[in-house]
C-alpha cells in the first residue's frame, strides 16, 4: 500500500532553519509531481512548493526565496530546506504526491509533521 511519512518538523525560533523530509513508498515515485502543502489553525491549506517529475519547481509566494524542494528518486524521498522562518510559517506541513490522467487523478497525503516558529 501507498505510504508518504513526514518527518523533521520541530520547534525552531525566528530566523532559523529546518529540513522536512517525506519517506514515500507503495507506488512508482519518479511517476509522480511531489508537492508540500501546509495549514494553520483557522486557515485554509495552501501549496507551499511542488516539484514536477522533472525536477521543475514552483512555490507560494510566501515563501520564494526562503524554502527549496528537492528530490532524491534512488531514495524515494522529497524535501523541503526551510529558510529565515517566520512565525507566520507555524502549521502542519503534509507531503502530497500527484499524478494525472486523462479522465482522473491519482493522489496521496502524509500524516504531516509539525512546525512552530516561536520565541
Known amino acids: 500500500q501507498v505510504h508518504l511519512v513526514e518527518s523533521g518538523g520541530d520547534l525552531v525560533q525566528p530566523g532559523g532553519s529546518l529540513r522536512l523530509s517525506c519517506a514515500a513508498s507503495?507506488?512508482?515515485?519518479?511517476?509522480?509531481?511531489m508537492n508540500w502543502y501546509r495549514q494553520a489553525p483557522g486557515k485554509q491549506r495552501e501549496l507551499v512548493a511542488g516539484?514536477?517529475?522533472?525536477?521543475?519547481?514552483n512555490y507560494g509566494d510566501s515563501v520564494k526565496g526562503r524554502f527549496t524542494a528537492t528530490r532524491d528518486n534512488a531514495k524515494n524521498t522529497l524535501y523541503l530546506q526551510m529558510n529565515s522562518l517566520k512565525p507566520e510559517d507555524t502549521a502542519v506541513y503534509y507531503c502530497?504526491?500527484?499524478?494525472?490522467?486523462?479522465?482522473?487523478?491519482?493522489?496521496?497525503w502524509g500524516q504531516g509533521t509539525q512546525v512552530t516558529v516561536s520565541s
Open positions: 516539484i514536477s517529475i522533472g525536477g521543475n519547481t
Open positions: 502530497n504526491a500527484r499524478k494525472q490522467y486523462i479522465w482522473r487523478t491519482e493522489d496521496y
Open positions: 507503495g507506488f512508482t515515485f519518479s511517476s509522480f509531481t
